[in-house]
């Protein structure tokens, strides 16, 4: 069987969640600085917490934006997701901004940590850090086989929310509408047919299961928001206690 890689995905300012998440046995842990609620300097701990239990910390940056990548890589970011990748020239300067001059990138010299935790970091990071572009656009999709052809890119990883949205389906968490599946299949297979990875987010574990099914390489199977929100709302159901609370502000 070939490898797959299951990935969890913190949105909490929480290095003790994303070190439980490692411990659980995920092969990574992405911590989200696009969407997620937390910043650079909880970042740093929360990769410290992954490490630790022997996981890879990967970081889905804000934008594709080389100030904000050479800080997550120098910080001892392993995997790089982009997102809102919409054309080879936007893959192109990513994995640039992922990669050293002598690999045929423009990554400035700095790997302040990454250099501190990892031997020989700066001859290997081309081989250490995996980068994936988000296919979540319609025009990203329009172009992904040019996307995926980009040289030194890993891996496309889809978007569902927002690729959803792009055509106008609605962006369910188990998004099964066939016109959604068809285009899942289509991008699974661009990245294959280039020789590279595809990943997903997957909106629930059963979900991230058929994906695999499905083709993909590795998914982003649950969220520490959901565990919780879940765990949470099941003990008061077990309790018989109140149901979840609606919102109307602050
Ligand atoms: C999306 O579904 O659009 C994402 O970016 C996943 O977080
Ligand atoms: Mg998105």
Not at 122 to 149: H, P, W
Not at 225 to 244: D, E, F, K, R, V
Request: charged share 15%; with cysteine.
């Amino acid at each position: 069987m070939k490898h797959q890689n299951y990935n969890a995905w913190l949105l909490s300012p929480t290095p003790f969640g994303a070190e439980i998440f490692a411990k659980a046995g995920f092969h990574s842990v992405t911590v989200d600085m696009q969407h997620g609620m937390l910043d650079f300097r909880t970042a740093i701990d929360c990769f410290r917490g992954i490490a630790l239990h022997g996981s890879q910390p990967w970081v889905r940056v804000a934008a594709n934006d080389p100030a904000l990548i050479t800080k997550v890589l120098d910080a001892g970011a392993l995997g790089v997701i982009c997102p809102l990748i919409s054309t080879p020239k936007q893959a192109d300067d990513f994995v640039k901004a992922c990669h050293y001059q002598f690999d045929g990138g423009n990554r400035s010299f700095g790997p302040v940590r990454a250099a501190l935790v990892l031997d020989d970091y700066v001859a290997r990071s081309a081989k250490l850090i995996t980068a994936m572009a988000m296919i979540e656009t319609q025009e990203g999709f329009d172009n992904v086989e040019a996307i995926a052809a980009t040289p030194g890119l890993n891996g496309l990883f889809i978007g569902p929310a927002d690729l959803a949205l792009a055509f106008g389906i609605a962006p369910t968490p188990e998004n099964r509408d066939p016109d959604f599946l068809e285009r899942i299949d289509h991008i699974i297979a661009a990245a294959h047919d280039a020789g590279i990875l595809c990943g997903m987010f997957a909106g629930t574990p059963e979900y991230a299961r058929d994906m695999l099914t499905r083709g993909m390489d590795m998914v982003s199977a649950v969220t520490d928001t959901q565990i919780l929100l879940n765990g949470a709302q099941s003990a008061l159901t077990a309790l018989g206690g109140p149901t979840a609370k609606t919102h109307n502000g602050y």
